[in-house]
């Protein structure tokens, strides 16, 4: 049984969209299915110039400030804070009845996030992996919401060895065990794909892995991405397809990059 979740996110320079996060985090631990478990979150502020720490803190998460650079090592850095306050002597708790969710300072989490992946906890899951939604395609070429929602529903086909409905892994909706984290040591120091990487090291563990498409978040779409080859890029990639279909554009189509990571 879970007794004790911790909400981590990341955030770099998150002043315009974390306020919006954490209120959706909010209302996910408000969830009446939640009653018997205890919710705390982490804001783990990486290099942050603007006042995102100020924003965390006014919502009432632990706010870890660290010069990082680096989506995944501030991941890693907040799933081990959670942990070291959740694990305490004092507080009885085992790693097994530990749950540590995983979204992004530019996402909204659904009401029901939470419940919903304690009730696969519930029945002996160790990991959730959701999907995203995006929020606002205005900054983008018309045509490539639909080229990503094509994209994105191509790729669900299970007969490529991925087991489950899809075969995305996003940091921005992930959740796990406790236990089943420390197991496989947890997020890689990679530079991006971490999420990815654990993921993967879970299933090769033999680790049960649900993956649903129910309740996903939503993202933001924003040029500007915080993560190298990470979804931001992804879009501008299928975004430069987009152009090349048009007649001005350049003779030939830069490659996607596979689908994952924020």
Known sequence: MIRAVAVVVPAHDEQELLDGCLRSVRRAAAHPALRAAAVRTFVIADSCRDATAEIGRRHGAEVVEAALGSAGAARALGSARALA???????????????LAHTDADTRVPACWLAEQ????????????????????????????????????????????????????????????????AAVGGFPPVTTGEDRALVAALESAGCRVHRTDSHPVRTSARRASRAPGGFGDFLRALEARERWRRPAAASYPPPVPPLGGR
Not at 164 to 175: D, F, I, Q, T
């Open 85 to 99: 306050r959740l694990l305490r002597p004092a507080s009885e708790l085992r790693p097994q009845e530990i749950w």
């Open 118 to 181: 304690l009730d696969r906890a519930a029945e002996g899951i160790h990991a959730v992996v959701g999907t995203i939604e995006v929020d606002d395609w205005s900054e983008y070429l018309p045509g490539t919401a639909a080229r990503f929602r094509r994209y994105y529903a191509a790729l669900r086909d299970p007969s490529g060895g991925v087991p489950g409905p899809h075969p995305h892994v996003h940091g921005a909706n992930l959740a796990l065990r406790a236990d089943a984290y």
